[in-house]
C-alpha cells in the first residue's frame, strides 16, 4: 500500500523557516495530488498547501501565501514544503496527505486517499 513518510518539524522562533519533507513509496498511479494539511490543539484541521500532478498546479491556503512554497522532488519520490516567516500561528502537527487528481480532496474536503504521520511545528514567539 502507498506509505508516507513526513519528517522536518521542530522547534523555531517566530521569523525563522523549517522545510518539511514528504517521501512516498508504493504508489503506481499516474495522477496525483499530494499536499499538507495541518491541525493545531483545540482547532480544526486546516489544509495548508497541495501539488496536482496533472499539470503541475499549486494550491496555498490563503493564511501561507507568500509565506509557504510546495515543491517536489519526482527522482526522490519526496514533496517538500518550505515554510518561511512562520509565525506561532502556524504551530499545529503537519500531516502530509495524498489522494488521486484532486488537490479538492486533499486541502478543501481533506478526505484524502492516504494520510502519513504528522510531524510537529512549533514556532516560539
Known amino acids: 500500500d502507498v506509505q508516507l513518510q513526513a519528517s522536518g518539524g521542530g522547534l523555531v522562533q517566530a521569523g525563522g523557516s523549517l522545510r518539511l519533507s514528504c517521501a512516498v513509496s508504493?504508489?503506481?498511479?499516474?495522477?496525483?495530488?499530494i499536499g499538507w494539511v495541518r491541525q493545531a490543539p483545540g482547532k480544526e484541521r486546516e489544509g495548508v498547501s497541495c501539488?496536482?500532478?496533472?499539470?503541475?498546479?499549486?494550491y496555498y491556503a490563503d493564511f501561507v501565501k507568500g509565506r509557504f512554497t510546495i515543491s517536489s522532488d519526482n527522482a526522490k519520490s519526496t514533496v517538500y514544503l518550505q515554510m518561511n516567516s512562520l509565525n506561532p500561528e502556524d504551530t499545529a502537527v503537519y500531516y502530509c496527505?495524498?489522494?488521486?487528481?484532486?488537490?479538492?480532496?486533499?486541502?478543501?474536503?481533506?478526505?484524502?486517499?492516504?494520510w502519513g504521520q504528522g510531524t510537529q511545528v512549533t514556532v516560539s514567539s
Open positions: 496527505a495524498m489522494a488521486r487528481e484532486w488537490c479538492t480532496r486533499v486541502v478543501v474536503t481533506m478526505e484524502p486517499d492516504y
Open positions: 508504493r504508489f503506481t498511479f499516474d495522477d496525483y495530488a
Open positions: 501539488l496536482s500532478s496533472s499539470d503541475g498546479s499549486t
